[in-house]
């Protein structure tokens, strides 16, 4: 290059040059010498920017002070280096069609230039690489001769920068050494503001891509989280139209579920197309994204009528190694789409999988656990039910049984008595069974309602022994302390639970003894119930588990007696629910003690 300048500019010192000649020399020297400050006040501004954008508009301003000629344009490769893009500097080329217009990286003289990454002077009629959309162009605009030369980095060309003048043989030899340094300068800028938006984009796109994600996992309603998902990517990714498809296995189908951006009108909720068919139709079958930054390049594009899309990129969208949905992202810009676009939809499309997958378990779970609550209501209807319709019946056979037991000739039958005595007992014990069945449904369908007041303890205590079948066996008594004379709560569920408790007493002391039920100041607002007894006790291991739902202790002692295992728990609910505490204490062979809290009435 140095040569070639030698040759063609020649210091005017070792000349012997005519006075004219010397003076015309001496001002095209003055006039290099401005224009190789303007390029260096250009370079400075150049220096400060940090955009693409600012670069160009610094050159559409300050370029006409550079190099004559009537037309300028700064043509740039993509990231992929596989097309540039013209961006007209000067008046004449913003009029033009191809400004802002996509082309092959070796289209026209811009491509020779590129390709070949020299700098060149060219007559537009005899172009070594005449391209008619751009120099055809040109020369319809009546531009005769051009300067290109490659915008080159240390490594790299990044594009070509273009002069064109309606002058023939316009541009000389300091014309392409200025116009050299000035395209290494513009290439190193847009080499460090490229990097400068890389890592900006990048870190705003790992920003909204943890946004996002928090969002996706933070909703398990399925058709929620779609629709989110569509409109986030489309907006914080400022795409042009997002849509989510899910894949039906049964109808070889994908159906659109969600949907955000332009095309929103077009393409309606639930839309479907066959798996294989077209670029979400393909990715949904196969499971391998595609990205098609010219889809009229790509043969499974499936155009439709009102699109205008240029770039297409379909990821699939994998709960395990299932195909489940496919993210689709379509855009009217040729090669829309960087290698980051696609890195960001791939995490995104992998953390969709990821809620879609939790989403659909929390569905599964709800759905089951919505089948077992209604199950279970049908099966408390049901016992609710029986146990009603058992009570009345029952109650009529012992009515009946015991008019019969005081009538004669019965009344003095040994047998009749017997036989009566036993329906008389067997009734009862089914009555009660109906009865702790229905309280059991009560409270677990929450219908058991209390009606609390003031209780006076001695009326209920005598209310509940009352009520339990003593034999000759069985030495009862009571002690009330004189201050916890009252409780609050509802009468008739207390006196139902000391009355079990009592009636245990007997049942669960074969041999007899006493049974004593005393109640005593326990603290500053409660009050303790305690029911003792002398009779089999209960071995410490089992304690814990009596107030458990048809839980008996299990011994053969046990065995013997009749019961259900309902009683205990149905008291530790009544207990509770006026806000006291039951347990037991027992010395096996000796007797237990079953206490109970209660709130103090006054
Ligand atoms: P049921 O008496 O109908 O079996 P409960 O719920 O009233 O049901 O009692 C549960 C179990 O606790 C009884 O089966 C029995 O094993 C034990 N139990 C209850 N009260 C006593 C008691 N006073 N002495 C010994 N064991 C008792």
């Not at 996992?217 to 042009?240: G, H, R, V």
């Not at 739902?549 to 609910?573: P, T």
């Amino acid at each position: 290059m140095v040569q070639e300048m030698a040759s063609d500019w020649q210091s005017p010192q070792n000349l012997e040059l005519p006075k004219e000649e010397l003076r015309s020399l001496l001002l095209e020297a003055q006039g290099f010498s401005k224009k190789i400050n303007t390029l260096s006040e250009i370079s400075l501004k150049i220096d400060d920017t940090v955009s693409r954008d600012e670069i160009l508009e610094i050159l559409r301003t300050e370029i006409g002070k550079l190099i004559d000629g009537e037309f300028c344009s700064l043509n740039l490769l993509n990231a992929s280096r596989s097309h540039f893009t013209i961006n007209a500097l000067t008046q004449m080329g913003a009029a033009m069609n191809f400004n802002h217009q996509v082309f092959n990286a070796n289209a026209g003289m811009t491509g020779w230039a590129i390709q070949n990454q020299t700098s060149i002077f060219v007559d537009i009629a005899m172009c070594p690489s005449f391209n008619a959309s751009i120099e055809g162009n040109l020369r319809e605009k009546g531009i005769k001769s051009l300067l290109l030369t490659p915008l080159r980095t240390s490594s790299d060309v990044v594009g070509a920068l273009c002069f064109g003048s309606t002058l023939p043989d316009a541009f000389h030899t300091p014309d392409k050494w200025l116009v050299q340094l000035l395209g290494f300068h513009i290439a190193s800028a847009l080499r460090r503001v490229a990097m400068f938006d890389n890592a900006q984009k990048r870190l705003t796109q790992i920003e909204l891509v943890n946004n996002i994600a928090g969002k996706l996992t933070s909703t398990l309603d399925l058709e929620k989280l779609l629709i989110s998902a569509a409109e986030l990517i489309q907006k914080n990714f400022n795409y042009f139209d997002v849509t989510i498809f899910s894949v039906d296995k049964e109808a070889q189908e994908v159906v659109l579920v969600a949907h955000s951006g332009s095309y929103v009108d077009f393409l309606p909720h639930g839309y479907r197309q066959k798996l294989g068919q077209g670029l979400v139709g393909w990715v949904g079958q196969y499971g391998e994204k595609v990205t098609a930054n010219d889809v009229s390049t790509n043969p499974r594009y499936l155009a439709v009528a009102y699109h205008n899309t240029n770039s297409e990129l379909a990821i699939p969208i994998k709960v395990g190694s299932e195909v489940v949905g496919v993210l689709n992202v379509e855009d009217t810009k040729l090669y829309a789409f960087d290698e980051t676009d696609v890195l960001v939809l791939d995490t995104l499309s992998d953390q969709l999988g990821t809620a879609i997958h939790n989403a659909t378990l929390y569905n599964e779970v709800k759905e089951t656990n919505k089948k077992l609550l209604e199950l279970d209501k049908l099966k408390s209807d049901f016992v609710g039910i029986v146990s009603h319709d058992f009570r009345t019946p029952l109650s009529s056979v012992m009515l009946a049984a015991k008019s019969l037991l005081k009538k004669e000739p019965i009344a003095s039958d040994r047998h009749f008595r017997e036989y009566l005595n036993i329906i008389v007992d067997q009734a009862a014990k089914l009555s009660q069974l109906a009865e702790d069945t229905l309280t059991i449904t009560k409270v677990e369908s929450g219908q058991l309602s209390y009606y609390f007041k003031l209780v006076n303890v001695e009326t209920l205590v005598k209310e509940a022994i009352s009520m339990v079948k003593f034999s000759g066996k069985h030495k009862l008594d009571y002690d009330i302390e004189l201050d916890a004379s009252f409780v609050k709560g509802d009468q008739s569920k207390l006196r139902q639970a000391l009355q079990n408790l009592v009636s245990n007493a007997v049942k669960y002391s074969p041999k007899g003894g006493k049974v004593d039920v005393s109640v005593v100041n326990y603290s500053d607002d409660e009050i303790l119930f305690s029911v003792c007894d002398e009779g089999i006790g209960i071995p410490s291991e089992q304690r814990d588990k009596l107030f458990q739902k048809f839980s008996r202790v299990e011994s053969a002692e046990v065995n013997n007696i009749k019961g259900s295992g309902l009683g205990l728990w149905i008291c530790r609910e009544i207990i509770k629910a006026h806000g006291g505490r039951i347990w037991v204490e027992s010395e096996p062979g000796l007797g237990s003690k079953f206490k109970f809290t209660l709130k103090k009435g006054n």
